[in-house]
């Protein structure tokens, strides 16, 4: 069974930054791929960030492009997500996933566990 467990959210005025970490249990995280997606009221989930199993590739979304950083610390079992320059229009629920046939996608069927989210609220 795997478990991953976010945290790190929170309330920040625009132009901030804020620290998001997942924990994941299971013996076998060094060969999932991870994601960050995210989820703002009325909307659908969207991909915010993934990080590849083999070689920590990373990739992002459009819109947070130069201002997150997805890691991975495989001896930890950690997933982190900072983030910077933080925006009204980020405000969302971030959920952090796993996928355990690391495809290395942006798609949300294409992972198969999930984090329960954590709140970050970007105010004016």
């Known amino acids: 069974q795997v478990r991953l467990v976010e945290s790190g959210g929170g309330l920040v005025q625009a132009g901030g930054s804020l620290r998001l970490g997942c924990a994941v249990s299971?013996?076998?995280?060094?060969?999932?791929?991870m994601g960050w997606f995210r989820q703002a009221t009325g909307k659908e989930r969207e991909f915010v960030a993934a990080?590849?199993?083999?070689?920590?590739?990373?990739y992002y979304a459009d819109a947070v492009k130069g201002r997150f950083t997805i890691s991975r610390d495989n001896d930890k079992n950690m997933v982190y997500m900072q983030m910077n320059s933080l925006k009204p229009e980020d405000t969302a629920v971030y959920y952090c996933?796993?996928?355990?046939?690391?495809?290395?996608?942006?798609?949300?069927?294409?992972?198969?566990?999930w984090g329960q989210g954590t709140q970050v609220t970007v105010s004016f």
């Open positions: 990080v590849t199993w083999s070689d920590s590739r990373t």
């Open positions: 299971g013996r076998t995280f060094s060969s999932y791929a």
């Open positions: 996933a796993a996928d355990s046939w690391h495809r290395d996608s942006n798609l949300v069927r294409e992972y198969d566990y």
